[in-house]
């Protein structure tokens, strides 16, 4: 079993960064957690679908929807078991709950999420 928990959300004004950071812990011998599995941030904004925002695959390109493109990067640190999302330039339509997933031999794990908002 793996646990996720996000953390750094907030509410800043448009322009401004967050970085959004995703834990991993529960199976001591799950090292890389992110950077050896699927991994994606998803977003949900009130009364809309949850929709994927950004993924990292296994020793391969990280992809993004084009609406965040050019602002949000993906990343992960192997060390900490720990997944980033830095989001720049943040604009009011980025305001969502932000979920971090990771599939792992076929079983998809999700964090409870952290609220961004950010105001015009």
């Known amino acids: 079993q793996v646990q996720l928990v996000e953390s750094g959300g907030g509410s800043v004004e448009a322009g401004g960064s967050l970085r959004l950071s995703c834990g991993a812990s529960g199976t001591a011998s799950n090292s890389n957690i992110f950077s050896a599995n699927t991994a994606k941030w998803f977003r949900q904004a009130p009364g809309k679908q949850r929709e994927w925002v950004a993924l990292?695959?296994?020793?391969?390109?990280?992809n993004y929807r084009q609406s965040v493109r050019d602002r949000f990067t993906i990343s992960a640190d192997d060390t900490s078991n720990t997944m980033y999302l830095q989001m720049n330039n943040l604009k009011p339509e980025d305001t969502a709950v932000y979920f971090c997933?990771?599939?792992?031999?076929?079983?998809?794990?999700w964090g409870p999420g952290t609220q961004v908002s950010v105001s015009s």
């Open positions: 990292m695959t296994p020793h391969g390109p990280t």
């Open positions: 997933n990771v599939e792992i031999n076929m079983k998809s794990y």
